[in-house]
T-cell receptor, first 115, second 116 residues
Framework: AQKITQTQPGMFVQEKEAVTLDCTYD???????LFWYKQPSSGEMIFLIY??????QNATEGRYSLNFQKARKSANLVISASQLGDSAMYFC????????????FGTGTSLTVIP | EAGVAQSPRYKIIEKRQSVAFWCNPI?????LYWYQQILGQGPKLLIQ????????DSQLPKDRFSAERLKGVDSTLKIQPAKLEDSAVYLC??????????????FGPGTRLTVL
């Protein structure tokens, strides 16, 4: 079975501070991709960052980095130097490569950046 | 490059009425997805098209939901008749190459449906 778990329903962070959003996953597929999306109140899902299961290094995209710990099956998103515009819902997703190519989403974490 | 387009952005209907949503994917993207996102939850896949063929519709309530992608480009999702529990945001996404492990889905702005 494929499963994504985000245990933090809501998080607060001070502007300019770093924040970590947790994500754990479960899959029997040896090859899979891990994704993070941001969903502002406008509703659109914005792709942030991708990590492949065989990637040796953690992915980074600007202020976003993914702390990938394969043995623990975790793929936490780190946002550095938080900005007010980072306030949104954040979803972790997994795509098992061999098992239907379907995306599995977590329940999301609501991030609020405090000025 | 234009993103995924969806219309309408908002729709309010009464239960038992019918409704249709439209999606135009990113140019060149062969795969198109429809998701249902209920408030407070992550998106749930309803149907996936590869060109104009259905790849996965296992979670589509086929007694009331239907979808088509006749020419392999834009797509329509229909609900007939609508129920109260269909109130949700309907997201359309597209991707270039679903056979590639790095393939990323890009989402449209969604249609927020309220069923009264």
């Amino acid at each position: 079975a494929q499963k994504i778990t985000q245990t933090q329903p809501g998080m607060f962070v001070q502007e300019k501070e770093a924040v970590t959003l947790d994500c754990t996953y479960d899959t029997s597929d040896p090859s899979y991709g891990l994704f993070w999306y941001k969903q502002p109140s406008s509703g659109e899902m914005i792709f942030l960052i991708y990590q492949g299961s065989y990637d040796q290094q953690n992915a980074t995209e600007g202020r976003y980095s993914l702390n990938f710990q394969k043995a623990r099956k975790s793929a936490n998103l780190v946002i550095s130097a938080s900005q007010l515009g980072d306030s949104a819902m954040y979803f972790c997703a997994m795509r098992p490569y061999l098992n239907g190519n379907q995306f599995y989403f977590g329940t999301g974490t609501s991030l609020t950046v405090i000025p | 490059e234009a993103g995924v387009a969806q219309s309408p952005r908002y729709k309010i209907i009464e239960k038992r009425q019918s409704v249709a949503f439209w999606c135009n994917p990113i140019s060149g993207h062969a795969t198109l997805y429809w998701y249902q996102q209920i408030l407070g939850q992550g998106p749930k896949l309803l149907i996936q098209f590869q060109n104009n063929g259905v790849v996965d519709d296992s979670q589509l309530p086929k007694d009331r939901f239907s979808a088509e992608r006749l020419k392999g480009v834009d797509s329509t999702l229909k609900i007939q008749p609508a129920k109260l529990e269909d109130s949700a945001v309907y997201l359309c996404a597209s991707s270039l190459n679903p056979d590639g492990i790095t393939d990323t889905q890009y989402f449209g702005p969604g249609t927020r449906l309220t069923v009264l």
